[in-house]
C-alpha cells in the first residue's frame, strides 16, 4: 500500500526558508510528484510538481523564482524547497503521488499525505 508522510513544516518569518520534505513508501520511481497547499477557507491548490525522473517540474505561477521540487528516487523522497517566503504562503503542505504526467488537478491524484503545517508570519 502506497503511502506518503511530510515532514519540515514549521513558523518562519517573511522572507526565510523551509525545505519540506515527503517519504513515500511503495515502488516510488514509477510515479508523478506534486505538492498541494490549502489554506482556511479556500480550496487545495497545486504548488508544483515532477515527474518520475526529475527530468521535467512544473509550478504554479505563484511560487515561480521561489519553490523548487526535487526528488531522491534513491531515498524514495520528494522536496519542495521554499524560498522567499511570504504570509500568504501560510497553510497545509501536502504531497501527493499519480501515475502518468504531471497535473495540477487535485482529483487526478490518487495518494496524498497527511499535510504539514507552514505559517509566514509578517
Known amino acids: 500500500q502506497v503511502q506518503l508522510v511530510e515532514s519540515g513544516g514549521g513558523l518562519v518569518q517573511a522572507g526565510g526558508s523551509l525545505r519540506l520534505s515527503c517519504v513515500f513508501s511503495g515502488i516510488f520511481s514509477n510515479y508523478v510528484m506534486g505538492w498541494f497547499r490549502q489554506a482556511p477557507g479556500k480550496e487545495r491548490e497545486f504548488v508544483a510538481g515532477v515527474n518520475w525522473s526529475g527530468s521535467s517540474t512544473t509550478y504554479a505561477d505563484s511560487v515561480k523564482g521561489r519553490f523548487t521540487i526535487s526528488r531522491d528516487n534513491a531515498k524514495n523522497t520528494v522536496y519542495l524547497q521554499m524560498n522567499s517566503l511570504k504570509p500568504e504562503d501560510t497553510a497545509v503542505y501536502y504531497c501527493?503521488?499519480?501515475?502518468?504526467?504531471?497535473?495540477?488537478?487535485?482529483?487526478?491524484?490518487?495518494?496524498w499525505g497527511q499535510g504539514t503545517q507552514v505559517t509566514v508570519s509578517s
Open positions: 501527493a503521488a499519480r501515475r502518468m504526467a504531471i497535473t495540477k488537478r487535485t482529483y487526478d491524484y490518487d495518494y
